[in-house]
C-alpha cells in the first residue's frame, strides 16, 4: 500500500487565537496534555517503503494528531454545537454521542448541544422531526443501550437546505456521525459553507460495521461486531456438526470489503469456507464452491460458509441494478443464492444434506458496544471535540499506526480500503480454512 | 386445566431387588436422601378445582416423586446404557448427557455407557454411523458448547430396527432425549420391547424449546432461549426506534404453542404485538393487525413485533400440506409473510416505514444452556438415572409443581401444552404490549 | 414442611367499590382477565401431607392468588403511591420499579408516583434527602442497569415519622421493596397506620438474594446472581486446576441459608466442597474438612471450595456480637477464617498449595437481571399494582407452586426459608460434589 | 519514547534450507504469501522522533516482519516441539496452545506437539508431573476454558536442568508463553542451549494481564481483562450511587504499570479517581487524595475509586521486602490499606459513608478469551510457530504499530511499559475522572 499522494493539509476556519479552558481545568491545575499542529504520525512504517519513497524523492507522508490544542477557535460560551448520526446503525452510536457531549460541556464549558434527529432528515424541515438538546443528563446511561438515541436515516438530503438550516441555527461545530455516503456530504456541507463564507465546522467521525473506511486502520463498532458474530458462526458450527452432512451458512455484512467475514472466521477456526468481495471464486466447476463443499462433507461430514453480503456479486449480472434511499448500488442477496444453489446440487447428486442458514445482521448492529469499543469510542468522541474547537474543519478522526490522527475528509472518500488478497489476513484465513481458491483453470484458447 | 382422567401408574420392568449402591458411597457414609415410591406430588394446586374434584367423587391424581430408590433393579457392574438425542437442537442436551454419565458412573458405578450418534439414525446399520463411548473424561469439558456431543438427527426410524440394536449391543437402560415425535417413538419402542419380553428401561427427557410438552411445566433450554430471543427482540427495538416510521419484526420458535414469544415479550416490555397460535388474529380490516400497527406508527412513530412461527397458519389455507422427515406438518413462513403484508399495506398507504425482519431461531437453539438451564438439567438427568436403575419405565422425567415428577410417557403424547388465551400470561402481555385483539367483528348475518 | 398453623387471610382497607379501569382498557375492549378473592392456591402439593392434616381434621391451608381485581378501592386519579427500596442491592431492583411504575401509569392511569431515595432514610426529613417523580420516561431505560435508581440504605428509621412523612404526601400506597427487616419494619408502619386510622395500603415485595423468604419459592434476582456466582466458580476451577495443588475458595452470600451457594455448585458440578450453616461441619479431626480437603489434593490434585458467608458461625463463638445499622447481626468473615485455616494446615504438613480466594459478592448483587429476572420481575411489579388498587394492605407477593400469590407480612418474618439437609437439593450437592458428612463422630462417654 | 539503541537483529539456529510445506499445501495449490527476512517495520511513526533520529545520524530501527518464510529450518517429519506455560493465569493461554498446535499439526505436518505440565516444573523430574500429548482432537474445544490446560507455576527452576529435559526428549522448538520472569528464563535457556550447541530454537509468547511488557504495543488477554474489570468498574458504580455517601473501592491489577486501571476507567467514564504506579499521590494533606475524595462526596454524593496493586507502594515504605515463588517483589495491599485509611479518614471527620471494596482480580485472569482476543491469539501462535520452524531463536513474538514482528528476547526484558504520565492515555484519563493531580505542593524550603 503506497499513499504518496495524498494530501495531508487539515483546513481551518482562522486563527486559533483562544486559550483553551483546558490550559486551566475546574480542579484548579493546568492540565500537562496538549499536541502542536506540527506532531505528525507517518502513513508508512514498512522499511522498503519508505526507502522507496525517498528514492523516488517524495517526501513521507504524515497525518496531523488529534487531540488538544492550547488555542482554540471559538468561544464556548456562546459556540452551539450539533450532532447527527446517519446511516445503519454500528455499536459504539451512543458512545460517541455521549464523548462528544461530556467533553463540550465538562471540558470546554460549552452549553448548547444540539441532537439532529432521523440523519439528515433532521435538518430538512418538511420532515418536522425535534431536535433533541443534549446535556450530561441526556446522555448518562446511554452506554448500554444499542442504536442511537437521535435516531437515523438513509438517504440524500439537499446540501443547501442542511447549510440554511445550520445557518438558522447559529450551529458553529457539526460532529458528523456516518459512512461514505454521510462522508461525502459531509465534505459537500462544508464546501457550501466554505461558500456562504460561514464559520463552521464540520467534523466527521468515520462509522462503518464493514471497516471499510479508507485510511481508517479501525472503525468503532468493528470489535463488538466480530464478538457478535463469532457467536452466530459458533452456533452455525455446532448446527452442521449435529446433523449428518450438516452445513452451516452465515451470511455477514461486508458490501465491498470483507474485514468481518475474515476476521470473524479467525475467532474460533472452525470456518471451512469464506467468501468474500474481494477474492472472486466459481460456484461450479471441477475446483468451483460447490464441488469443494461436496469434498468436505464427504470428508469430514459437516462444514461452515460464511459469506460476506457484497461477495459474488457477478453471479447477478445481467440484472437490474437498483439503488436504496442513500443511493448505494441494491446487493442483490448473495446468501440466498449460495443456499438455493448447495440445495440444489446437493439434489442432483442425491445426498441429503442438513442445511442451515444464518443472517444476524440486524443483531450485530443494533446491539451496545462492547468494552474494548466504549474506550475506544471515548478517544474518537474528545479528539472529534478538540479538533472542532481548534477551528479546523472538513476532516474526520481517524486511527492510523495506533494514534489517533486528523484526516483530510476528501481523501476517506476517494476509495474503499479492502482486504488484500496477497496479504495476511487473507493468507490467515486460507491457512484457518485450508479452503482452495474455489476459481476453476482458465479454459484453454483454440 | 382439569387432569381427572390421567393414569399416574408408572410402569416398571420387575421387582428392584438389589440394595443401591448410594445407600454406600465412596466415602463410606450412608446417604440419606431416598424416595418411595408412595411419595406423590399432586397435580392440583387450585383449592377450587380441588373440590370440584372432590365433589365429583374423583380421587386426586399425583404423579410419583423422582429421585433415587433404596432398592435396584439393575446390576450396576452388569449394566450398559445408552443416550441418544433427536430432533432439532436445544440449549442444554449436553448438560443432559454429562449429567447422565456423571451419575452413572460415579455414583452407580456404571462403566459401560453407549452414545448413540445423530439420534435413531445411529441404530440403524445401514447410516453407518459409529457410537461413542461415554464416560466422565469424555463430558467433563462439554458445558460450555452448545449443540449435542452426540448430534442429532429427524425422522422416523423402523421401530423394530431400533429394537434389534438394543438387544445387539445388550443395553438395559436407553435414555432418550427429544420432544413429542421423540416421546412418541420411545413409547413404541418400549412396547416393542415388552412385547419382546425383554428388560429394558425406557426413559425419556422432554426437550422442547417451545416448553409444549404436556404435564412438563418446564422444559430444559427454555430459560436459555428467553435469554437469546430477548437479546434480539433488544436489536430489533433499536432499529425500530432508530428510524422514521422504524418496525422490528422478529419470529421467534413457536409451532403450536407461543410461549416463548410470549414470555420474550415480557422481558423488556418493548413489544407492541405478540402473534401466537393459540390466539387468532386477522390482518386486514378496521381492528385488523395491520390498520392496528398503522396507529402505533401514526402515534408512537416506531413498532415491534413479535411473532410465533405457528402463529397465523390459516392465512395460508388452501395451500399444500408439506412434511418434513420428522412427520411434522411443516409450516409456512408466516414471519415473511407478514413482511409482505406490512411492506404492502404501507406502499398502499404512501407511508414510508424502515422495516428489520429477524429470525434468530438457528442461533437461539445452537448456543450453550445459561446457569439456571445448567442447574435444571443437573436434577433431570440425575433423576432419570435413578429413574431408569429402578426398573421403572416409559416415563418422563417433568417438573410439576416445583418437583420432579415421574410421569408415564403415553400421557405426554396425547396432547400439546399450549398458552392459555385466558389465562394469567396472556393477559399479561395484552397489558404489556397494549394490543387489542386484531381481531374484526364477526359480520352480522342477514 | 407443614403449615397447617399459618393464617393466610388477607387484609383490606375496606370495600373496594371501584370499577377497575383495566375493565375498559385503552384499546377499547374489556380485558378477559381477572382474578376473584376465592381463588386460591393449596400450599400443599404432597399427597401424604395433605392426607395427613385430613387425618388431623385441619383444613388445607391456601393462599389467595395475586392479580388484578373487577372492583378496585382507590380512585387512580386521586391517588398518589410511593416507592421504597431498602436494604442491600440485588439484581432487579429497577425491575420492580419499572414494572411497577409501568402498570399504575398505564393501565391504571394513576399519575402520582413518588419514588423514596435512600431507603426508609428518604422519609426523614433530618437526611434531607429529595424524592423523585416517577413516570414511564424516568423508568424507561432503566433496565439495564443495576442497582436502584431510588438508592437504598440500611438501618432502622422511627415507624412514626415514616408514618407522619406518608401522611404529608398524601400517599394511598406505600410499596415496600426490601428483605427481612424491611418487611418486619412495613409491618409496624402498616400496624401504625391502622392505629392511626388512616387509609393507606402497604404491599412488600420480598427481597433477597439468599433465597432465604419464608413462604417464598423463589425471590427476584436469585436466578442472576446463581448465573453470575457460576462464573466467578468457573474461575476458580481454573485456578484450582492450573497449579499444583491448587485450591480455590469461593465466598458466596448466604447469611443464614445456603441456597445460592448450593445452587451455584450445582450448575457446573466442579465444585468439591460446599460449606453452608445449615449443616454444620468441623474444620480439624480425621473426618473434618482439612483433612478431607487433604485427601482431595492427594487424589487429585485441586479442589474448589464454595463457602456461604454464614457457614460456620459457630467458630467464632466467644467472640462479641455485633450489629450492622439494620440491626442484623455481624457475620464474622467465614472465607478468610478458612483462607487461614488452609494455609496454616498445609504449612503444617509441609504440602505446598496455591491457594486462590475469591468474593464476588459485591458484583454479584450489583449487576443488572438477566432475562428471566426480567420476566418474573415484571410479574411481581403488576401484581403488586393489583393488590394494592383492590384495597389490600400487609401483604407481600409471593411465588409458590408456581403461582403468584398474596401472603400476609407477618407470617414471612415468622423465620427464615433455609435448605433442608435431608432434602433433595442438599442431596443432590452432596452427590454432586462427592462430599462426606466432615462431622468427626461424636467423642465417647466414659 | 525513543529506542534508538535497540538491536533488533534475530539469532538463527543456522540456514534455513528445507522448502517449506506451506507452499504446496494440502489442498493442492501454491500458497501466495511469504514474507522474507528484510521485510522490517520501523519502530518510530512520530514524524519529529524520525527527524531527530536522521539528524543524529543514526538509523531509524526496524524490527523484523513474522510470518512464514518459504524456506524453514527443521524438518517437519522428524521435529518434537514443546509448548509450556508460565506464572500467572491470563485470558487467551488455551488460544495460544490451539493456535500452535492446529498450525504446526495441519500447515507443517508436524506430528510430536509436548504440552508440559506446570510451567518450568514440568521439566524437573523431581516435581514428577507428566507431559500431555498435544493434538488438533487435544486442542479443538479448549477456547471456551478459562486458564491453562496445561496448568501453570510460579517460580524459577534451573536452567541447566530443563536444557537437560530438552534434550532428553529431543525437542527442536521450545515455545515458552509467560511475562517477564519467563521470558527471562528463556532467554538463559537460549544460551545454555547455544553453550551446549544444541539446535533448539526457543520462542517467547510474551503473557501480561498488566500489558506492561516492553516493545510490545498490546498483549494479548488484556482486552478481556479491560472487558471483565469494567463489568467490576459498573457494579462498584452501582453501588456507590445507591447509598448516601456510597464509595465504590476497585483493585485492579498492574504490579508497576497502570495500562488496566487507566483503559477500563475511560470504558464508562463513571471513575472518578484512578490511581497507578507510574503517577504518585498524596493521601493526606489539603491536595491528597482522602481531601480530594470528601469534596466529591460533599458534591455529587458518591465516588468511584479504581486502584491498580501496584499503585502508591511507597506508603509501606520501611516494611520488610518480601519477594514470591518467581522472585517477584510481593506488593503490598494498596487496596485495602486505602480502604483502611478512607474508613478512619470519614470516621475522623464524624461523616458516615458507605464503602464497598471489590477485588476481581482472580476472576479476570481465570476467564475464556473474547473473541477480539480470540482472533489476536490465532494470529500470536501461528507466527510463533513461523519463526520457530525457520531456526530463528530467542525472539518474541510481539505486535508493533499494527504489525506481527519478531523483537530480540533480551530487548523485551530490560524494562517494562509504563502509563506515560505526560501521555495521551494518562491526560484523557485526567479528563475523564476530572481528578487534580493529588499531589500536595512541595513544602517550601527555609
Partial sequence: MRFEHIDTTIQTLGEAKIPSPLLQPANGECGAYFVDDDER?????????????????IPAPAFESAGPRRKIYFDPSKLRCALVTCGGLCP??????????????????????????????????????????????TVTNI?????????????????????????RMHIGILFMIGGDGT?????????????????ISVIGIPKTIDNDVFLVARSFGFDTAVDIATQAISGAHNEAEAYPNGIGLIKLMGRESGFLAATAALARQDVNFVLIPEVPFDLDGPNGFLENLEKRLTHRGHAV???????????FEGRKKMHDASGNVKLYDIGLLIKSKIVAHFKERGISVSLKYIDPSYIIRSLPANSNDHVFCSFLGRDAVHAGMSGKTKLVVSHWNNHFVHVPMDQVITQRKKVDP?????????????????????PKKA
Fill in 305 to 315: 460458509v460464511v459469506v460476506a453480503e457484497g461477495a459474488g456479486q457477478e453471479f
Fill in 92 to 137: 459504539g452510536l451512543n458512545d460517541i454521542i455521549r464523548s462528544v457531549v461530556l467533553e463540550l460541556h465538562h471540558r470546554y464549558g460549552v452549553r448548547h448541544i444540539c441532537g439532529i434527529r432521523h440523519g439528515l432528515q433532521g435538518f430538512i424541515p418538511k420532515y418536522g422531526h425535534s431536535t433533541m438538546d443534549l446535556s450530561p443528563e
Fill in 183 to 199: 462522508l461525502a456530504a459531509a465534505s459537500k456541507i462544508a464546501d457550501a459553507i466554505h461558500s456562504r463564507g460561514l464559520k
Fill in 41 to 57: 504520525i507517518l502513513l508508512h512504517v514498512n522499511e522498503k517503503q519508505v526507502a522507496q519513497l525517498k528514492a523516488d524523492g
Fill in 143 to 167: 452506554l448500554d443501550s444499542g442504536g442511537s438515541i437521535l435516531g437515523s436515516s438513509r438517504g440524500d438530503q439537499d446540501i443547501e437546505e442542511v447549510v440554511d438550516s445550520l445557518e
Fill in 422 to 442: 496477497d496479504g495476511k489476513l487473507w493468507a490467515t484465513v486460507l491457512e484457518a480454512t485450508g479452503q482452495s481458491s474455489l476459481k476453476n483453470p482458465a
